[in-house]
T-cell receptor, first 112, second 110 residues
Framework: NAGVIQTPRHKVTGKGQEATLWCEPI?????VFWYRQTIVQGLEFLTY????????DSGMPKERFSAQMPNQSHSTLKIQSTQPQDSAVYLC??????????FGEGSRLIVV | GQQVQQSPTSLVLQEGENAELQCNFS?????MQWFYQRPGGSLISVFY???GTKQSGRLTSTTVIKERRSSLHISSSQITDSGTYLC????????????FGKGTQLIIQP
């Protein structure tokens, strides 16, 4: 069991560029969550999928952020026209049963 | 406002001392959990504790739902306990979704 795999682990992008972050959940897990972690705001919920369907995206910034889960084995978080305030560690988690989350090691995004 | 308040924000102890971490919630909650995070590392669930007291080795968690609080007690702390401890709640409105506190940074010195 390789756990939740996130790629890239680190990404530096220029302001205005697009960034795509990938998450491979644990095989068989039906729910995938995206969170964002910064020193100032802490861990913030972004969105989650269950059985590949979007369930709750209330934490997603309305513009520039989108998430998809095209199949069971991966989810993507895309940020268009990145801004310095998007710099954060983006964490993906998966679960099979409620309240049992397994987190990946995160993708650290730095926008310069 | 912040729905989950953790205290203290940081705690420095000598090895062998006991640590007491607190979590308070401003809204009604269905359940809560404690997570552990090493610098640059992923979050690992330590306790899922919707109510009452649970113990695992040197760690004890007590949640009092009616009072909207939870605590994590680490006895005989070890250097390897150092890291950030975060509590998270599932409130009565957001099924499956967790709201996190900002964490307590625990530093255990030799």
């Amino acid at each position: 069991n390789a756990g939740v795999i996130q790629t890239p682990r680190h990404k530096v992008t220029g302001k205005g560029q697009e960034a795509t972050l990938w998450c491979e959940p644990i095989s068989g897990h039906s729910a995938v969550f995206w969170y964002r972690q910064t020193i100032v705001q802490g861990l913030e919920f972004l969105t989650y999928f269950r059985n590949q369907a979007p369930i709750d995206d209330s934490g997603m910034p309305k513009e520039r952020f989108s998430a998809q889960m095209p199949n069971q084995s991966h989810s993507t978080l895309k940020i268009q026209s990145t801004q310095p305030q998007d710099s954060a560690v983006y964490l993906c988690a998966s679960s099979l049963v409620p309240n049992t989350l397994y987190f990946g090691e995160g993708s650290r995004l730095i926008v310069v | 406002g912040q729905q989950v308040q953790q205290s203290p924000t940081s705690l420095v102890l000598q090895e062998g001392e006991n640590a007491e971490l607190q979590c308070n919630f401003s809204t009604s909650l269905n359940s809560m959990q404690w997570f552990y995070q090493r610098p640059g590392g992923s979050l690992i669930s330590v306790f899922y504790n919707p109510s009452g007291t649970k113990q695992s080795g040197r760690l004890t968690s007590t949640t009092v739902i009616k009072e909207r609080r939870s605590s994590l007690h680490i006895s005989s702390s070890q250097i390897t306990d150092s890291g950030t401890y975060l509590c998270a709640m599932e409130n009565t409105e957001g099924a499956d979704r967790l709201t996190f506190g900002k964490g307590t940074q625990l530093i255990i010195q030799p």
